[in-house]
């Protein structure tokens, strides 16, 4: 269960960054999940929900926005985007890809009164 553990993390940066500004209600947090960070989506909204009650988040909505994987072929510098792991290029079949994004998971913004 590692998405309890992002989820607390990203709880304690909003809390964080909301103290610094005074501010009191956050209404939604809102986070970029790169499509192969291997999180559930389901299960960090549950995880989300269960560990805000608590806290100065609570009743904040959790928005996800997925960030889709890039990769980037050694051999041709071509670019590749896609959604699940790539293991050849498609332009040139050289299987020298390396990952440029898709496996981030950050803070974007939150909304606050
Ligand atoms: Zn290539």
Same mark, same amino acid.
Not at 23 to 26: A, K
């Given at each position: 269960m590692h998405e309890i553990s992002i989820i607390l993390s990203i709880i304690s940066i909003v809390e964080e960054e909301a103290k610094k500004h005074g501010?009191? %209600? =956050?209404h939604s947090v809102t986070i970029c999940v790169g499509e &192969? @960070? *291997? =999180?559930e989506e389901q299960t960090l909204r549950g995880c989300f929900e269960v560990a805000t009650e !608590? @806290? @100065? &988040? +609570?009743?904040a909505k959790l928005i996800i926005e997925p960030v889709e994987a890039v990769f980037n072929c050694a051999r041709c510098g071509g670019s590749i985007r896609a959604h699940t792991w790539l #293991? !050849? *290029? @498609? %332009? *040139? #079949? +050289? #299987?020298d890809l390396n990952l440029v994004q898709g496996r981030e998971l950050f803070v974007k913004n939150f909304e606050a009164d």
């Open positions: 501010i009191s %209600h =956050v &192969l @960070s *291997c =999180v !608590t @806290s @100065s &988040l +609570a009743g #293991n !050849t *290029c @498609s %332009h *040139c #079949n +050289a #299987n």
